[in-house]
């Protein structure tokens, strides 16, 4: 394929990893770079910030705590 880099091609399979929803370190890994330092400093902007994502985890976990001790539920409603 002419005009096509060997680079060109590597970063186009970081691109679907990081789509595909691969994390930092599986792509820093199968990239073959040294660090994932490098792989942020690289490939960041590809990555999805994940600050909402990590708060539905949280949301949802929180959402089904409950405390034995004193029976209390510390069930998070709408808006809190």
Do not use: Q
């Not at 660090?35 to 400093?41: E, I, K, R, Y």
């Amino acid at each position: 394929m002419p005009g096509i880099t060997f680079y060109g091609l590597r970063h186009s399979f970081v691109a679907i990893m990081v789509a595909a929803g691969c994390n930092v370190r599986e792509v820093s890994e199968w990239a073959g770079h040294n660090s994932v330092a490098f792989t942020l400093t690289r490939y960041g902007g590809l990555f999805e910030d994940g600050t909402d994502a990590a708060i539905d985890r949280l949301d949802a976990l929180l959402g089904k705590i409950r405390v034995p001790a004193i029976g209390l539920d510390v069930s998070f409603g709408e808006g809190v």
